[in-house]
């Protein structure tokens, strides 16, 4: 079974700064996706950002952008220029793309608490 | 366009009252999931279902129940509540033609045992 570990609980970057979430996970697998998550106290979940495992580009999406390292098994999160909207729980998730049932299912970390600081 | 709806919102029960949790998409998704979400531990699948009629355990299961009878609804019920099941619980559902697209999720529903 795949495994996917958050290892800083909480970060806090200051308003304008730049900061990196990292997540590794565990897989024997060699095509999968790739998420990360937003909760906001709202408790909305808020997809930010998508990677292919077969794609070599590391995917981007205005101020976020990941840094996607297939064979360290590796997937942070960076964001640029951040923003007080940007505090929220991040939840790094695998998912599968062997046709198997039950691989269709996503496997979470289990957050990264971010802090924006004024 | 609801995308995900989840109800109630909040609910509180007595340990021993039984309930269900009401989760309705209108996106035509075949995928759907119930995960609950305890603090400090992300989220943990409880039951999916790949369509309507066939549902399977995820991997925290006891004390749960799921039915899919319908594409739109997979509701999820609760017997003989216990303290251990105060969590925040989401819905979610997503389309296998389009794996990459991830998940799209209710906006939960915070249940306190008591």
């Known amino acids: 079974a795949q495994t996917v570990t958050q290892s800083q609980p909480e970060m806090s970057v200051q308003e304008a700064e730049t900061v990196t979430l990292s997540c590794t996970y565990d897989?024997?697998?060699?095509?999968?996706?790739l998420f990360w998550y937003k909760q906001p106290p709202s408790r909305q979940m808020i997809l930010v950002i998508r990677?292919?495992?077969?794609?070599?580009q590391n995917a981007t999406e205005n101020r976020f952008s990941v840094n996607f390292q297939k064979a360290a098994k590796s997937f942070s999160l960076k964001i640029s220029d951040s923003q007080l909207g940007d505090a929220a729980m991040y939840f790094c998730?695998?998912?599968?793309?062997?046709?198997?049932?039950?691989?269709?299912?996503?496997?979470f970390g289990t957050g990264t608490r971010l802090t924006i600081i004024p | 366009n609801a995308g995900v709806t989840q109800t109630p919102k909040f609910r509180i029960l007595k340990i021993g009252q039984s309930m269900t949790l009401q989760c309705t998409q209108d996106?035509?998704?075949?995928?759907m999931y119930w995960y609950r979400q305890d603090p400090g531990m992300g989220l943990k699948l409880i039951y999916y279902?790949?369509?309507?009629?066939?549902?399977d355990k995820g991997e925290v299961p006891n004390g749960y129940n799921v039915s899919r009878s319908t594409t739109e609804d997979f509701p999820l019920r609760l017997e003989l509540a216990a303290p251990s099941q105060t969590s925040v619980y989401f819905c979610?559902?997503?389309?296998?033609?389009?794996?990459?697209?991830?998940?799209?999720f209710g906006s939960g529903t915070r249940l306190t045992v008591v």
């Open positions: 990677q292919e495992a077969y794609k070599q």
């Open positions: 998730a695998y998912r599968s793309l062997l046709p198997t049932f039950g691989n269709e299912k996503l496997t």
């Open positions: 979610a559902s997503s389309y296998s033609g389009r794996p990459n697209y991830g998940y799209t």
């Open positions: 897989t024997s697998e060699s095509d999968y996706y």
């Open positions: 279902s790949v369509g309507a009629g066939i549902t």
């Open positions: 996106m035509n998704h075949n995928y």
